[in-house]
Nanobody
């Protein structure tokens, strides 16, 4: 069964850090783009960070550049999103995605995880 499972969400104060992980089952990021997206209540899902299969090229939303870092493990079965200097505006459900169908940060991917909640208080 194809599956993406996110973990690492939680509640932090502004300025804090969280590390999200996405474990892929029956999927590999070896040949497919993978990324992190988020959705706040009442808002559309938006791209946060995406990484190419090679691991050498990454894409970030302007709002998170310099604060978030996406990476993948050597086995290409796990994605990680290190989030530093968190802001209340970063609050939302964070989703892992696999197999891009469009531009890297466009939320058109073939596979999605169930999401993990991130809440940042001021």
């Amino acid at each position: 069964q194809v599956q993406l499972v996110e973990s690492g969400g939680g509640s932090v104060q502004a300025g804090g850090s969280l590390r999200l992980s996405c474990a892929a089952s029956r999927l590999s990021f070896r040949y497919y783009r993978g990324g992190w997206f988020r959705q706040a209540p009442g808002k559309e899902r938006e791209g946060v960070a995406v990484i190419e299969p090679s691991g050498t090229r990454t894409y970030y939303a302007d709002s998170v550049k310099g604060r978030f870092t996406i990476s993948q493990d050597n086995a290409k079965t796990m994605l990680t999103l290190q989030m530093n200097s968190l802001e209340p505006e970063d609050t939302g459900m964070y989703y892992c995605a696999h197999s891009s169908l469009d531009a890297p940060l466009s939320p058109r991917y073939r596979y999605w995880g169930q999401g993990t909640q991130v809440t940042v208080s001021s």
